[in-house]
């Protein structure tokens, strides 16, 4: 087999890809029209790579690749040969949108014979997607009788060739071509994607900094070019750096994290390097910026780590908005460009930093491509109450700038282009929701006390310093729940102790003497620091998580434990402990607790005024031991989401089973019951912060078992509230206590009814 560089280049004396960027500029500025301009193109390529083949497919509506130009295949093959949606190495090229390198083509598994391309003979071929955007039109192919790995040269020219392809594409200059795109893009559409953040919202697409169009590939001065680059270089460290010290940004301590790994892509010197050498090639420095991504961005994506991922988005981000730069149309935390007011942001992929650089007055709706619930910007636009759905496939190759667009974060959907009886029907909606919101909003300073005068202390959860104005904007208690391990996936690198011990002082500050519950870190099943060494697991959910981690490293829950005492010096702290399984545990946890208080005393630093440590009921064996916890907690708090999953045996995050069974029924209710009645036997003090806590007809459940304290999203306090407002506690109670007796199955139903019967808003 040959090896790369062993063959002789037509021009060896010029680098090839200065070659061929002369050439196709003097292609296009010669007359003719597109399909002659393609002809030349595979033909020229074809003569500089000393390569028998060079074809050019491109897609059709359906997803399939037509033969559009070639040189070295059957003529008759042209605009006949198609090949399906993902079929044979050309297909995988545009499917995946990746280069395929490969020395013998036919025995890949991949591989699809066409015998009236007249193919048979050759066996290397090089594929490269012609795309524009991450959007992919075509694939860009050589091929030899000879079986060789090309070499990187090789791949560099004919993805540079394929950039200008695309631009050609896409000018509308090939008849024919490309119509896949538009005539997709006048349709309305509905799109399946994931809930991120709660909500629903109307609007008109605004495309997530709109990626610069590089038309110019080729330098007419390459000297010129690299003082623009470094200028342009400079110009994003400087902006980055004034971007880290604003203000809001600066005061929110887990953003200036994610900014600190931009800052330091930004100033990596291997980047720069390769930045210096593709314009030292002859490219414009907006073609090296974006030749330079999609090499990182294709080594990246071979590792299939989280970690990883993170970074392609540092890389994507800083690449974007180095292009910005270089076309002048930057943009800094300051001024927000212009967006319509009622703007819905489309993202092929986005970081949290960059979404609280928009205008959040105008953003009603967020739509990433790649996000997920669990991703860091889902976390940031709950806090924001912005609709937002992940997992929208495609998205960004249908919408263009301009499209009017819902997001339905309730079921997950987008529809793009909706008719105007879809946009009446979510209207009507919106309306109903606004309307509602702004009871609640009325109700905020009236206390939550049921008709026959019981007082439920409703709380939020809570764990961005963001979250906190909810606090009063609800009209909570308090917040219930603050899980802290979101300051720890927001992070780079493990927060060292006066980093933590600032972050939850300032949310003290914030809560303003209203009690909040500090949730010690619960990493591990979906929740990941991709900064410590965790061993991959089976059932990650009942694995080493939680507290369990807490006491095995103790470092961890020390440093934590520690910050915390430090920040809430001369206060109230409540700290609380997640996934306990046993009564014995909470024992290791106080001498834990104990051990930093006296180093902290010895040191001569103030203490809390007030202690006060709590268990989750989270694992089901606890409830068997229940007399034996009380006298070490000084108050309990159900988690809900993980008790109904160890319950019922039913993975929370399994869209199959988690909301399989209902947590309505008697076996649930019954281990409630147990728990309320227990918790009063022993006077400590009992809360429910898991999902079930936010939703109206659960929460009168709740009540009626006993349960005096919930805690849940901010947006449920006004409807958990006005429900109890028109509650009788004495007649739920009496009605519960008879269905779980009973062992009624529909309990729902029931509940349902009375509430209809007495007028109980749910
Ligand atoms: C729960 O399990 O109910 C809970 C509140 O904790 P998390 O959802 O963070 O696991
Ligand atoms: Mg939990």
Not at 280 to 287: M, N, R, Y
């Amino acid at each position: 087999m040959q090896r790369r560089g062993d063959e002789p280049r037509a021009l060896t004396s010029e680098p090839a890809l200065r070659v061929i960027m002369r050439r196709l500029r003097e292609i296009m500025s010669q007359p003719g029209d597109g399909q002659e301009r393609l002809n030349k193109i595979v033909k020229q390529i074809a003569g500089v790579m000393v390569a028998e083949v060079c074809s050019i497919y491109l897609k059709r509506q359906d997803g399939s690749l037509e033969l559009f130009a070639s040189e070295g295949l059957n003529p008759d093959a042209v605009h006949v040969v198609r090949m399906k949606r993902g079929e044979g190495l050309v297909g995988r090229c545009a499917e995946l949108n990746i280069t395929v390198n490969e020395p013998e083509a036919s025995s890949h598994p991949s591989f699809s014979y066409r015998p009236e391309t007249g193919e048979e003979i050759y066996h290397s071929l090089l594929a490269v997607p012609i795309a524009r955007s991450g959007q992919v039109l075509g694939v860009l192919v050589v091929q030899n009788r000879t079986q060789k790995e090309y070499s990187d040269e090789d791949v560099e020219v004919l993805q540079a060739t394929a950039m200008v392809v695309a631009e050609h594409l896409v000018s509308g200059a090939v008849a024919g071509a490309g119509t896949a795109i538009e005539i997709e893009r006048s349709l309305s559409t509905v799109i399946q994607g994931e809930r991120m953040a709660e909500g629903i919202a109307l609007g008109h697409v605004v495309l997530h900094e709109p990626r610069i169009v590089v038309t110019h590939l080729m330098a007419e001065d390459p000297e010129a070019e690299l003082l623009r680059l470094e200028t342009a270089i400079a110009s994003l460290r400087a902006s980055l750096d004034e971007m880290f010290d604003h203000e809001h940004l600066s005061a929110a301590g887990e953003h200036r994290d994610v900014l600190e790994a931009y800052r330091m892509f930004a100033h990596d010197k291997g980047w720069e390097r390769r930045l210096r050498e593709a314009v030292d090639g002859g490219l414009t420095a907006e073609a090296a910026v974006e030749r330079v991504q999609n090499s990182i961005r294709a080594r990246m994506l071979r590792q299939n780590d989280a970690y990883w991922r993170e970074r392609q988005r540092d890389l994507d981000d800083l690449s974007d908005r180095l292009l910005r730069i270089l076309a002048g149309r930057i943009t800094s935390a300051d001024e927000p460009s212009a967006l319509p007011p009622d703007t819905i942001l489309v993202a092929r992929t986005m970081g949290p930093a960059e979404l609280l650089d928009y205008d959040r007055r105008r953003l009603r709706g967020l739509i990433v491509e790649d996000g997920s619930g669990q991703s860091h910007v889902a976390i940031v636009a709950k806090a924001l109450g912005i609709a937002a759905v992940g997992q929208a496939r495609g998205i960004v190759e249908r919408v263009s700038a301009g499209d009017a667009a819902i997001v339905d974060a309730m079921s997950g959907q987008v529809h793009l282009r909706p008719s105007s009886d879809v946009i009446a029907a979510y209207s009507d909606k919106v309306r109903f929701l606004a309307r509602r919101q702004r009871q609640y909003r009325a109700l905020r300073d009236v206390p939550a006390v049921t008709r026959d005068g019981v007082k439920v202390n409703l709380n939020i959860n809570a764990g961005l310093l963001v979250d906190m104005p909810h606090l009063k904007d609800a009209g909570a208690d308090g917040v219930g729940l603050f899980r802290t391990e979101l300051l720890f996936m927001l992070s780079n690198s493990l927060p060292k102790v006066e980093r933590q011990a600032d972050s939850y002082r300032a949310i003290l500050a914030r809560a303003d003497g209203r009690p909040v519950v500090f949730r010690t870190l619960d990493i591990g099943g979906d929740k990941v620091l991709h900064y410590l060494r965790q061993p991959k697991e089976e059932n990650p959910a009942m694995g080493w998580r939680a507290v369990r981690m807490g006491l095995d490293r103790p470092a961890l829950l020390r440093t934590q434990v520690r910050a915390l005492l430090r920040a809430a010096a001369g206060q109230e702290l409540r700290i609380m402990i997640p996934m306990v399984s046993s009564a014995a545990e909470m024992d290791a946890v106080h001498a834990l607790i104990s051990k930093e208080r006296e180093i902290l005393m010895q040191r001569g630093h103030e203490l809390p005024e007030k202690l006060l440590v709590g268990a989750m009921i989270e694992v089901p064996c606890l409830l068997f031991e229940l007399d034996e916890l009380m006298p070490r907690v000084d108050f309990v708090s159900v988690g809900s989401n993980d008790m109904m999953q160890f319950l019922f045996a039913a993975d929370r995050t399994n869209a199959r089973v988690g909301s399989r069974f209902d947590p309505l029924t008697p076996a649930p209710l019954r281990a409630l019951k147990m728990l309320a009645q227990t918790t009063q036997k022993h006077g400590v003090p009992l809360t429910l912060c898991g999902e079930m806590a936010g939703r109206p007809i659960e929460a009168m459940a709740l009540i009626a078992l006993g349960f005096r304290s919930l805690s849940m999203a901010p947006a449920s306090i006004g409807p958990v509230k006005s429900m109890i407002l028109s509650l009788d506690t004495t007649r739920v109670s009496k009605l519960v206590d008879e269905l779980v007796v009973a062992g009624v199955q529909n309990i729902r139903e029931h509940l349902d009814t009375f509430a209809k019967s007495e007028g109980v808003d749910v």
